[in-house]
């Protein structure tokens, strides 16, 4: 099925989200090793905290072997072994498809075991909380189950849960006999986790190095919590990803030696070998991370000054002087455009006078700009026309009501604008970084057109501010209600009628009711301060029948401009 596009409202990294923050703060066990970026990124300093019993737990070298298919039956006879000797086994996959091919073998060797990936995200916390009883085999990817202590023994609670769920009850149903379970069920594994003790606490088998020593040190340290006892091992082979891509020297210098594939290797060399491949990665993936951070702070900074000037707003700012320096700035804006220069018979005069009339209701005749011998004449001719239509129409509709009509109207148009700047952004991005191929920086580039479009946008929305505003009409009658203030706009040129689409009225010409059956989304047509409603005059004789309200089309941004110019549409009238 055909769709429709997707399109970016908002986008932040989460970076820069949390460092929206004043104050920022964290704790977990496996942050050393990530020092460096914390301390980059956010400015945060790691300190490592003591633990409050001594952790006694044994990490064993690591077992290399020369094909994955030796390393999995190694593994599954290490699992043989300590699952027939009562010792619980936690094993640590990369992937599902890894898990599955694991619980494949053991299956195959009958030893029950439970499999805890994505597809058992309901069970997580119950299958890992009993990862710790006796004869329990438990394998996972390296990600599941982070957390959640694993009591050697088990957990009361969660056994006495589903014996009443397998019963045909709840704990919530059976509150007496769910906490007699529990106190039954304490001593049981109390006793059996004394037994766990004794055997070496949980084993933690890693069938493979992931490229973080960050994932592997979670993994490890799902053992030997709180004082308990544990161990750990990995199992790896030089057919694993990590190997293949990142420590080929040690490979060779395994790929030398003469020893059958189900024979394993120890060797200090290849395991800092590992260390190193591991860290080359973290470094790499640090870069991305600081790439993506450095092309999202010009994303960033625009950012900050759109939801600033949003709330401000928001918060029922006063936009009286921002208005009059929009009309100031769309009226100069339109005479550089058409008039440039210091020669009148380089000016296109007829097209001005077209755009101040999109722009405002303007009185001034084509006549009278054609007399004008000065641009900054031009300029001051306009200007002050503008400045007292604007002021004639704040004495009719109020001041008060005009405050909120721009507020409400400056809130639209920088959400619109704001919306299609993210669009084009996002195109802009897909192919800065082809700009290398002219030997040119992909980030200077960015950071200069960025700036470039987000003035332009910024730009466009004071034009359009202005143009709304000014073609705003409010008439009343005289009969009193109960009823928001009905706000329309007159039809100058090109209207948009009724409630169309604010691209439309951004486009071409008047925008869309801002009160009454406006729709500028939510509530934004309430406006209070009296009861106004269309005059008679203006409503249709009740034996017409009324024709549906039409939308022309308006030229897509990268289309030729209606005007005949040649120019694309975002560069004529489109600006």
């Known amino acids: 099925k055909i769709k429709s596009e997707n399109q970016t409202l908002a986008t932040i990294t989460l970076q820069n989200y949390f460092r929206l923050y004043e104050k920022l703060a964290g704790m977990t066990g496996t942050a050393a090793t990530e020092a460096g970026?914390?301390?980059?990124?956010?400015?945060?300093?790691?300190?490592s905290i003591p633990t409050n019993q001594d952790m006694v737990r044994v990490d064993e070298p690591d077992l290399i072997y020369?094909?994955?298919?030796?390393?999995?039956?190694?593994?599954?006879?290490?699992?043989?072994?300590?699952?027939?000797?009562?010792?619980?086994?936690?094993?640590?996959?990369?992937?599902?498809?890894?898990?599955?091919?694991?619980?494949?073998?053991?299956?195959?060797?009958?030893?029950?075991?439970?499999?805890?990936?994505?597809?058992?995200?309901?069970?997580?916390?119950?299958?890992?909380?009993?990862a710790g009883r006796p004869h329990a085999v438990t394998v996972a990817t390296n990600m599941a189950g982070r957390g959640v202590d694993i009591l050697l023994g088990g957990n009361p609670e969660g056994l006495a849960r589903q014996e009443l769920l397998a019963s045909g009850t709840t704990p919530e149903d059976s509150r007496e006999k769910y906490e007699e379970?529990?106190?039954?069920?304490?001593?049981?594994?109390?006793?059996?986790?004394?037994?766990?003790?004794?055997?070496g606490g949980l084993y933690v088998l890693g069938t493979e190095r992931h490229e973080s020593r960050r994932i592997d040190n979670q993994l490890r340290g799902r053992s030997g919590r709180q004082g308990d006892p544990g161990q750990s091992r990995f199992y790896l082979s030089l057919e694993d990803d990590l190997m293949r891509l990142f420590a080929t020297g040690a490979m060779n210098w395994v790929m030398g030696k003469a020893f059958p594939d189900d024979v394993p290797l120890e060797a200090k060399m290849v395991t800092k070998a590992i260390e190193r491949a591991q860290r080359t990665v973290e470094d790499r993936n640090f870069e991305i991370r600081k790439d993506v951070l450095?092309?999202?702070?010009?994303?960033?900074?625009?950012?900050?000054?759109?939801?600033?000037?949003?709330?401000?707003?928001?918060?029922?700012?006063?936009?009286?002087?921002?208005?009059?320096?929009?009309?100031?700035?769309?009226?100069?804006?339109?005479?550089?455009?058409?008039?440039?220069?210091?020669?009148?018979?380089?000016?296109?005069?007829?097209?001005?006078?077209?755009?101040?009339?999109?722009?405002?209701?303007?009185?001034?005749?084509?006549?009278?700009?054609?007399?004008?011998?000065?641009?900054?004449?031009?300029?001051?001719?306009?200007?002050?026309?503008?400045?007292?239509?604007?002021?004639?129409?704040?004495?009719?509709?109020?001041?008060?009501?005009?405050?909120?009509?721009?507020?409400?109207?400056?809130l639209s148009v920088i959400d619109q604008h704001w919306r299609e700047h993210l669009y084009e952004?996002?195109?802009?991005?897909?192919?800065?970084?082809l700009r290398a191929m002219g030997q040119k920086d992909p980030l200077a580039e960015w950071q200069r057109e960025g700036y470039d479009m987000f003035s332009a946008m910024m730009d466009l929305t004071q034009d359009n501010f202005v143009r709304y505003v000014s073609h705003l009409q409010v008439v009343a009658d005289d009969a009193p209600r109960q009823g928001p203030r009905n706000v329309r706009y007159s039809a100058a040129e090109d209207p948009v009628q009724g409630s169309g689409a604010l691209r439309a009225a951004?486009?071409?010409?008047?925008?869309?009711?801002?009160?009454?059956?406006?729709?500028?989304?939510?509530?934004a047509g309430m406006l209070e301060g009296g009861a106004m409603a269309p005059a008679p005059a203006e409503l249709p004789p009740e034996d017409v029948p009324q024709q549906p309200v039409r939308v022309e089309k308006t030229p897509g941004r990268n289309e030729p401009c209606y005007c005949g110019s040649g120019k694309k549409f975002k560069l004529c009238h489109g600006r």
Request: aromatic content about 4%.
């Open 181 to 199: 379970l529990v106190e039954r069920l304490r001593e049981d594994c109390l006793t059996e986790g004394d037994r766990v003790r004794e055997l």
């Open 37 to 47: 970026e914390f301390a980059h990124t956010y400015g945060l300093e790691v300190v």
């Open 66 to 130: 020369k094909t994955e298919a030796a390393k999995f039956g190694a593994v599954a006879d290490d699992i043989a072994e300590r699952h027939e000797g009562g010792q619980p086994v936690l094993v640590g996959t990369i992937s599902v498809e890894k898990s599955e091919r694991l619980a494949g073998l053991l299956e195959r060797r009958g030893i029950p075991h439970e499999v805890l990936n994505a597809k058992q995200h309901e069970r997580e916390a119950g299958i890992v909380a009993q």
């Open 425 to 433: 952004m996002d195109y802009l991005r897909e192919g800065i970084n």
């Open 506 to 523: 951004a486009a071409s010409g008047p925008p869309p009711d801002i009160g009454g059956n406006g729709d500028m989304g939510g509530g």
């Open 294 to 410: 450095k092309y999202d702070e010009v994303m960033n900074e625009q950012r900050k000054v759109i939801y600033k000037r949003r709330q401000q707003i928001l918060d029922g700012g006063d936009l009286r002087e921002e208005a009059l320096e929009a009309i100031q700035g769309a009226v100069r804006h339109a005479v550089d455009t058409w008039c440039p220069g210091d020669y009148p018979e380089d000016w296109d005069v007829e097209e001005l006078h077209r755009q101040i009339q999109v722009t405002y209701p303007t009185e001034v005749t084509l006549e009278q700009l054609r007399e004008v011998p000065e641009r900054d004449a031009l300029v001051t001719l306009l200007t002050d026309d503008a400045l007292a239509l604007y002021e004639a129409k704040e004495e009719e509709v109020g001041a008060e009501t005009l405050r909120e009509i721009e507020r409400r109207v400056m």
